[in-house]
């Protein structure tokens, strides 16, 4: 993953505060804000990032690929700010110039030291965003529409997440999770030796870690957790722009959490109009 220095200190941060989640499971003092928009940038014409592979052109939409925005702050103190886009990597470019334009609109309430930009891993999204040659040489250097495509939507789903900051709970857990993920070389693992790997049950990591976030009115607005599998599931032959396995999981998720409020909804005002009649009933 291409991040600089000073990147990997709101990480800290940010797995200093899971530690204290997890000696408490949940806390209902703090604020809970999330952010959600686009970055799909160009879908035809841009060589993908992840395959490494020049006869990889974009040529159309799988579907659209996004940044997601969580903020934790406490009501009269800290904020921590952890971004997921739906791509190969982050990028220190990127990050660089959100930064830039967080400080200009926000001072310095968001900055390198509480701002963590991560990336799915998707191999299915547009080239060209990152600054080190050995990233950008498949692209054929660097794409402009990409990268403003990064900037532009991660920054506008920061922007977003402390405009509905709310209080809530935070709870995180942990478990196997089967069958949904396998080892890119089973024989080459058995090299290793076999000390070593008497030590696991089997040979990939089968643990997700789940932080899920609950608004006190709403009940559970947003998730995200941590999976080892590698977002190739679509293949190098693929020419759709994706989110790929981890961001069709988002995305599923999204459309049942939509509908589950949807159905909330539903049920709340038919509950009202049926308090509302047996009102009008006794009066």
Not at 17 to 26: A, D, P, Y
Not at 79 to 107: G, H, P
Not at 119 to 135: D, E, F, N, R, V
Request: charged share 20%; glycine share 8%; net charge positive.
């Amino acid at each position: 993953m291409t991040l600089s220095c000073y990147v990997h200190w709101p990480w800290i941060l940010f797995l200093i505060f899971l530690q204290n989640i997890r000696r408490n499971s949940s806390f209902s003092n703090y604020l809970i804000g999330l952010g959600n928009y686009d970055i799909t940038g160009p879908a035809a014409d841009v060589y993908m990032m992840g395959y490494a592979n020049m006869e990889q052109t974009a040529s159309g939409l799988h579907f659209r690929l996004r940044a997601r925005t969580f903020i934790v702050a406490e009501p009269q103190g800290n904020r921590v700010v952890f971004v997921n886009l739906d791509a190969c990597m982050a990028s220190q470019i990127v990050t660089t110039k959100v930064l830039e334009r967080l400080k200009a609109r926000y001072d310095n309430l968001y900055a390198e030291k509480n701002v963590a930009i991560s990336g799915i891993h998707t191999h299915a999204g547009p080239g060209g965003y990152l600054q080190y040659i050995i990233y950008i040489v498949t692209s054929l250097g660097f794409v402009r529409q990409s990268y403003d495509a990064l900037v532009d939507g991660t920054e506008k789903s920061i922007i977003q997440a402390p405009e509905n900051l709310r209080p809530g709970s935070i709870f995180i857990n942990k478990g196997g999770l089967l069958d949904a993920g396998v080892n890119r070389s089973p024989s080459a693992y058995l090299n290793n030796p076999a000390s070593q790997r008497n030590k696991y049950k089997y040979n990939v990591d089968k643990e997700m870690t789940l932080i899920k976030f609950v608004d006190n009115e709403w009940g559970p607005v947003g998730a995200v957790n941590w999976f080892a599998t590698h977002g190739t599931s679509m293949s190098q032959t693929n020419l759709l722009i994706s989110g790929d396995n981890k961001g069709a999981v988002a995305r599923f998720m999204e459309d049942w959490q939509r509908d589950v409020h949807k159905e909330f909804n539903k049920i709340s005002l038919k509950t009202y109009r049926s308090y509302q009649f047996q009102g009008e009933s006794q009066a």
